[in-house]
């Protein structure tokens, strides 16, 4: 059977009759000036009995404010007087509206409202409007930053990373407490020179996407891994250090390639990686000290450790990446990588929380013909248990059978609905308590080496000889 309308549909100049339209507000959230934005639609009802004929569609401001409209097809632009005529809509049928915004700069620190208003007028006179709105920022650009000499970024107003970031070697880069910086797709940071992100404890350094928009009402595009490249530190460099930094959304979290393990790789202080398409945190072959940070939800493992020489002190490790059921451990140490032989010459891992969804999410695979030594103190780790006196003091074992929510009830929220996440202990965490001062620690099992009074706990060694 065929059906098809009649060119005899009347329609109505009464002003009774009017459109409806599925949103009266289209808000394009917060977006950067002079950067496009993604597209958003609408659509457009007759359900009043006649067919409506609209003299004009037009955008009431014209071209002042940055806002692209197309209607059923037709682009309203400045040909048009940014305008569409006599546009049909017959009776029980819809049209559908595309809105864009590349915004102007508003020359403002904070980000400021921008509107305009997309007006129906109708054949009867009636004129109908939908709001279109956003919030725009003014963001500083940088294209394929290749770094030569010392320099440093610090910057109030956001600064968005095109093509990426290039520390070469014999050069030292530094990123300042309070900046953030919003990295376009595939962009990151190569690191061969030194990196320094010198975040301070109420002026976090943010590395991030550039999407500010969001993916759907409930979702941000800032809760969506694979926004970004992350940093990728190669053979060459050494001595890097990132302090009070909050690493979010990327591929690969931090990278560290194979080098000299006589010398210091990278120092992870009071920072926060977290929801990696990759890895958190990978180390290969180097020497990686990791204090007081959330390593969580990556799609491969949260940290792992291949060779080297590594310490995690106070570190909460969290494996609960909601996108693939195939995730990764939240934590996994060896002496081998497929076909290579990386001897570990040291791991310490003290005052730990590793936990996650699957009922093992600590790794450790052995080579036996090259160097496999570690440690465990004072560790929750949701693992089997295992008797080595040697290499575990006081671990408490999370077993899946004396936990319920599969080790997510440590913390204040785990919301796979709306992946929001806060991975500070809640207070029914049996995790508060098992930690030990670290003052009463022998240096040796600190994982620092020291020639020097090594049986000193490290209070009586800072007080006795002055060093740290």
């Given at each position: 059977?065929?059906?098809?309308?009649?060119?005899?549909?009347?329609?109505?100049?009464?002003?009774?009759?009017?459109?409806?339209?599925?949103?009266?507000?289209?808000?394009?959230?917060?977006?950067?000036?002079?950067?496009?934005?993604?597209?958003?639609?609408?659509?457009?009802?007759?359900k009043s009995g006649d067919?409506?004929?609209?003299?004009?569609i037009r955008l009431e401001r014209g071209n002042q404010t940055g806002f692209r409209v197309n209607v059923d097809g037709s682009y309203l632009g400045a040909s048009e007087g940014f305008l569409v005529n006599n546009i049909e809509v017959r009776d029980r049928d819809s049209i559908r509206v595309f809105v864009e915004l590349t915004s102007p700069a508003n020359n403002r620190v904070e980000p400021t409202l921008l509107e305009d208003n997309l007006v129906f007028t109708l054949e009867s006179g009636v004129e109908q409007k939908v709001n279109l709105?956003?919030?725009?920022?003014?963001?500083?650009?940088?294209?394929?930053?290749?770094?030569?000499?010392?320099?440093?970024?610090?910057?109030?107003?956001?600064?968005?990373?095109?093509?990426g970031i290039t520390v070469n070697e014999g050069a030292v880069l530094t990123i300042g407490a309070g900046t953030t910086l919003y990295f376009h797709e595939n962009a990151g940071i190569e690191v061969y020179g030194s990196l320094h992100v010198d975040g301070e404890v109420d002026r976090n350094v943010v590395l991030r996407g550039d999407r500010i928009d969001n993916m759907f009402d409930y979702l941000p595009y800032d809760r969506v891994s694979g926004q970004w490249r992350g940093i990728h530190f190669h053979e060459p460099s050494y001595e890097n250090s990132i302090n009070y930094t909050d690493i979010h959304s990327t591929y690969n979290g931090i990278v560290c390639d194979s080098s000299d393990v006589s010398k210091l790789k990278l120092s992870?202080?009071?920072?926060?990686?977290?929801?990696?398409?990759?890895?958190?945190?990978?180390?290969?072959?180097?020497?990686?000290?990791?204090?007081?940070?959330q390593i969580s939800n990556t799609l491969n493992d949260c940290v792992a450790f291949y060779g080297g020489v590594a310490r995690m002190l106070q570190c909460t490790l969290a494996q609960f990446y909601p996108y693939d059921a195939n995730r990764g451990a939240a934590l996994r140490f060896a002496n081998f990588k497929e076909e290579r032989k990386y001897?570990?010459?040291?791991?310490?891992?003290?005052?730990?929380?590793?936990?996650g969804y699957a009922d093992d999410v600590v790794m450790g695979e052995a080579d036996s013909t090259v160097n496999y030594n570690y440690s465990f103190d004072h560790c929750m780790l949701r693992?089997?248990?295992?008797?080595?006196?040697?290499?575990?003091?006081?671990?408490?074992?999370?077993?899946?059978?004396?936990?319920?929510?599969?080790?997510?009830?440590?913390?204040?929220?785990?919301?796979?609905?709306?992946?929001?996440?806060?991975?500070?202990?809640?207070?029914?965490?049996?995790?508060?308590?098992?930690?030990?001062?670290?003052?009463?620690?022998?240096?040796?099992?600190?994982?620092?080496?020291r020639d020097e009074e090594p049986d000193l706990g490290c209070y009586e060694y800072v007080k006795q000889t002055g060093k740290e």
């Open positions: 059977m065929l059906f098809s309308c009649s060119d005899d549909d009347s329609f109505t100049t009464s002003s009774a009759n009017r459109l409806t339209f599925s949103q009266d507000t289209v808000s394009l959230d917060t977006v950067f000036s002079q950067v496009p934005t993604v597209t958003k639609t609408f659509w457009v009802y007759n067919g409506i004929r609209c003299n004009s709105n956003a919030w725009t920022w003014d963001a500083q650009r940088i294209s394929n930053m290749v770094i030569d000499r010392d320099s440093t970024i610090l910057a109030e107003t956001p600064v968005i990373i095109y093509g992870l202080y009071n920072s926060v990686v977290h929801n990696c398409q990759g890895y958190g945190l990978l180390s290969t072959h180097a020497v990686v000290d990791v204090v007081n940070c001897p570990l010459y040291d791991f310490s891992c003290i005052n730990c929380l590793v936990t693992t089997p248990a295992i008797s080595d006196t040697v290499r575990m003091h006081d671990v408490v074992w999370e077993l899946p059978e004396d936990t319920v929510g599969c080790g997510s009830k440590h913390f204040r929220k785990v919301d796979i609905d709306d992946l929001s996440y806060d991975f500070r202990l809640d207070s029914a965490s049996t995790a508060i308590g098992k930690a030990v001062v670290l003052e009463t620690l022998p240096l040796d099992r600190l994982g620092i080496r």
